[in-house]
């Protein structure tokens, strides 16, 4: 199994610019996440998954969509690339028995925005 | 879900016990406490969790005061490999959000 992959792994954009962020998983969970990391900042939530076709807003979703169109993906679009939204941006997912729950994570996707 | 109060570092000689705390004391009785760890810029990797009883794996072991206010997260015998910063995350079954905190940095030493 790959767990979970991120795709690109590095990226820079210019102001103004959109891109999407894939993330995929083969461990056929229901859960699934997307955080961003500021540097020497812990992770902050910015939009999650609780099934196929469902989204949710997460902490700090304001400038930032998803899609969830199949199970194994999660996408996380930037419509209009900020500086503020120069992160590495981490994939997550999970399943959860009995109220408890183990995220997995992606190796992370470094952006750069100019 | 209850928010986890981490010392910011903490050193530890390469062989011997590292004991990180962690203060909940707003922890409610459905909530769990778990830690993971982040090695440099890698993805954050899951290490533990408990409710109430003490826990123990092939990685660490989990202590949990009584009262559930504190824990402990033990890495039994640290190798330079465990330094990283460890987070100590407390969440109830009913929610879907991880709220990481800054955690501690370990160093470990030779």
């Known amino acids: 199994n790959a767990g979970v992959t991120q795709t690109p792994k590095f990226r820079v954009l210019k102001t103004g610019q959109s891109m999407t962020l894939l993330c995929a998983q083969d461990?056929?969970?229901?859960?699934m996440y997307w955080y961003r990391q500021d540097p020497g900042m812990g992770l902050r939530l910015i939009h999650y998954?609780?099934?196929?076709?469902?989204?949710a807003k997460g902490e700090v979703p304001d400038g930032y969509n998803v899609s969830r169109l199949k199970k194994q993906n999660f996408l996380l679009g930037l419509e209009s690339a900020a500086p503020s939204q120069t992160s590495v941006y981490f994939c997550?997912?999970?399943?959860?028995?009995?109220?408890?729950?183990?995220?997995?994570f992606g190796p992370g996707t470094r952006l750069l925005v100019l | 879900d209850a928010k986890t109060t981490q010392p910011t570092s903490m050193d530890c000689a390469e062989g011997r016990a590292a004991n990180l705390p962690c203060n909940h004391s707003?922890?409610?009785?459905?909530?769990?406490v778990y830690w993971y760890r982040q090695i440099h810029s890698q993805g954050p990797q899951y290490i533990i969790h408990?409710?109430?009883n003490n826990e123990t794996n092939e990685m660490a072991s989990l202590i949990i005061t009584e009262d559930r206010k504190s824990s402990t997260l033990i890495l039994p015998h640290a190798t330079l490999r465990d330094t990283a910063v460890y987070y100590c995350?407390?969440?109830?079954?009913?929610?879907?959000?991880?709220?990481f905190g800054s955690g501690t940095k370990l160093n470990v030493k030779p």
């Open positions: 997550a997912s999970s399943y959860s028995t009995g109220g408890q729950e183990t995220q997995y």
């Open positions: 461990m056929n969970h229901e859960y």
């Open positions: 998954s609780v099934g196929e076709g469902t989204t």
């Open positions: 707003t922890i409610s009785g459905n909530e769990y």
């Open positions: 408990g409710l109430k």
């Open positions: 995350i407390v969440r109830g079954w009913n929610f879907n959000k991880f709220y």
